[in-house]
């Protein structure tokens, strides 16, 4: 996915400044001092932003592919390590992350089990992934019961365990977090 250009993200930004599915996801994170986060597809920052709040800038990281929310997020939650890429090429070592999640995001990526795949990958082992898409009854922009089942199933097949939906209300929708952890090397 290319991404959101320089006007569409700024337009983007100014009327998703701090969404309350930011402070959901970041909840449901239970992030702890010893995390070490990634966002993918942070948008204009506003999570970031706040799990920063939570553990330091330090231990925060983001991805997306518009360079404009990048460029933001870099402005917006100084000393995170902020990149532009997509959820099927994310530029950090294996293993590096303790919780990654995405936030509304994951139906924009190109390739959804290739991106699964990848941050996987990165997740540390125990580490959490968190994916939060809205609710929907049909497929669009957000996350079926369906897709849901076809991404837990997935999961699971790329080794994750506890891997379970978690539901809340955000204003007038329902927010679907499914979470799954990397287990213990063995």
């Known amino acids: 996915m290319s991404g959101f250009g320089a006007i569409t993200a700024r337009f983007y930004a100014w009327f998703n400044r701090n969404p309350p599915s930011n402070r959901i996801v970041i909840d449901v994170a239970e992030l702890g001092p010893d995390d ?5 597809g942070c948008g204009p920052g506003a999570a970031l932003e706040l799990a920063a709040s939570r553990i330091g800038a330090e231990r925060v990281a983001a991805v997306d592919p518009s360079p404009t929310f990048a460029a933001m997020v870099a402005k ?25 999640y995405t936030i509304m995001s994951m139906h924009h990526w190109d390739d959804r089990d290739d991106g699964l795949a990848t941050l996987t990958a990165k997740l540390a082992p125990g580490g959490r992934l968190l994916l939060a898409e809205r609710l929907l009854e049909k497929p669009g922009h957000g996350i079926t019961p369906a897709q849901i089942a076809a991404v837990e199933a997935r999961l699971g097949e790329l080794g994750q ?20 952890t990397r287990p213990l090397a063995s």
Do not use: C, N, Y
């Open 36 to 40: 070490r986060v990634l966002e993918v």
């Open 76 to 100: 917006r939650v100084p000393g995170a390590d902020v990149r532009v890429a997509g959820a099927e090429d994310v530029p950090f070592d294996d293993g590096a992350f303790t919780v990654i």
């Open 161 to 180: 365990t506890g891997v379970h939906t978690v539901r809340r209300p955000d204003r007038r929708k329902t927010l679907a977090v499914v979470v799954s």
